[in-house]
Each structure stands twice: as C-alpha cells, then as structure tokens.
C-alpha cells in the first residue's frame, strides 16, 4: 500500500474538468513540497507540477496543482483524449527519509 | 538539455546482485544542484521510489530497500549506478534514473526506462 492516497480511476468527456486528489500526512505533504507526473503508456513519467503548484517547462497551463494542509489536488481543464495516462503524485516522507509517492491514478477521457 | 542513460543486464538470476549504470549527458553530475535518483515499476503498478545521491556522496534509501542497495556515483564518468543485491522475481520491474530538485520538490529528468528480469 502506498504512502500517499489517490483514486484508482477519473473520467470525463473532452473539454471537460477533473481533479485528481493526493492524500497524505504531517509527516509527508503537509511539511514538504508536492510534485506530479503524467505517465503515458509504454513511456517514461514526465514532471508535470513541482514545489506544489509550478508547472514544469513545457506543460501547457491546463495542468495545475495546489496543496492544502496533508492533501494536494492535480487539476486538468480542457480534457483532450491525448491527456488519457497514469497520473502519479510524489513528495518526501520525514519519518521515513525517503520519496514516496501514491498508487497513481488511470485518467480516461471519454 | 540533460539527458539520462540506463543501462545493464536485463536478466538477472536469483539470489545474483543486479547493477544499473545511469548515464548523464548534457550536464555535470558535480554540479551541487541536484540530486540523482533510481525509481522501479514492476508491470502493471505503481513507481516506487529506490534512492538518491548527491554529489557530495549522501545517500538515502527507501527503508524497505535499505538492507540490499547501494548507490554510487562516479564523477570522472559523469555516471551514477544502482547494486541491488540478493534479489528475487519480486525486484523485476522497469528501473528509471531521474534528477531531483533539492527538497524533493519535483524530478525533472528521467532516463527511458530498462527493464529487468529476475529468472533462473
């Protein structure tokens, strides 16, 4: 089981919102910064958000991020069938002295 | 532009020790910014997180991993390798070298990915 929390699965149809939740703790998101990753299938991940809500070089500004307390949210507007991939949130574990990241998250635009 | 290189057996029997080579080109492994990192995801699930080093020679390591990994870096190659020793079927996953912003706050490079086989 993994440290941090997200839903297996999100949907929407094109053109539409989804929001992508990252549960974790105090000793995790709430005293550090919060990244996120699209992985396409059969590729690498690519850094989609950093330091909780900077979009990476490239990333268009459909994709932002946020973090409240031990949660952070991944949020996608304007869906396109291209944004359908595994979506990943990652942070740094204090008491564990170690990255940790959550289940993923499989994005389906319908 | 960064770039990194994995590379390594693909094949590794059980019991042997598997060693990764992360190739870095475009940068300096030296340079005191970042951190370098091995990230694995078995078929079908999710990352987990392996290590870091910085430059300076620090290291961390995912706890569950601790007792059977070494990261190591060799500056006058400007690579940093994985030593993963006693592993079994459960070690086989696809192995990533990333870079890592300081605090953890994002990685930004990642290698294409190999993939390793633990079998007999």
């Known amino acids: 089981q993994s440290v941090l929390t997200q839903p297996p699965s999100v949907s929407a149809a094109p053109g539409q919102k989804v929001t992508i939740s990252c549960s974790g703790s105090n000793f995790n998101i709430g005293n550090n910064y919060v990244s996120w990753y699209q992985q396409l299938p059969g590729t690498a991940p690519q850094l989609l958000i950093y330091?909780?809500?900077k979009r990476s070089s490239g990333i268009p500004d459909r994709f932002s991020g946020s973090k409240s307390g031990t949660s952070a949210t991944l949020a996608i507007t304007g869906l396109q069938t291209g944004d359908e991939a595994d979506y990943y949130c990652?942070?740094?574990?204090?008491?564990?002295?170690?990255?940790?990241f959550g289940g993923g998250t499989n994005l389906t635009v319908l | 532009q960064v770039q990194l290189q994995e590379s390594g057996p693909g094949l590794v029997k059980p019991s042997q020790t598997l060693s990764l080579t992360c190739s870095v080109s475009g940068g300096s492994i030296s340079d005191g910014v970042y951190y370098w990192s091995w990230v694995r995801q078995p078929a079908g699930k999710g990352l987990e997180w392996i290590g870091r080093?910085?430059?300076?020679?620090?290291?961390n390591y995912n706890p569950s991993l601790q007792s059977r990994v070494t990261i190591s870096v060799d500056t006058s190659k400007n690579q940093f390798s994985l030593k993963l020793n006693s592993v079994t079927a459960a070690d086989t996953a696809v192995y990533y070298c990333?870079?890592?912003?300081?605090?953890?706050?994002?990685?930004?490079?990642w290698g294409q990915g190999t993939t390793v086989t633990v079998s007999s």
């Open positions: 990652g942070t740094w574990d204090n008491s564990l002295s170690a990255g940790v």
């Open positions: 990333t870079r890592a912003m300081k605090f953890f706050s994002g990685m930004d490079v």
């Open positions: 330091e909780n809500n």
């Open positions: 080093l910085y430059s300076g020679g620090n290291t």
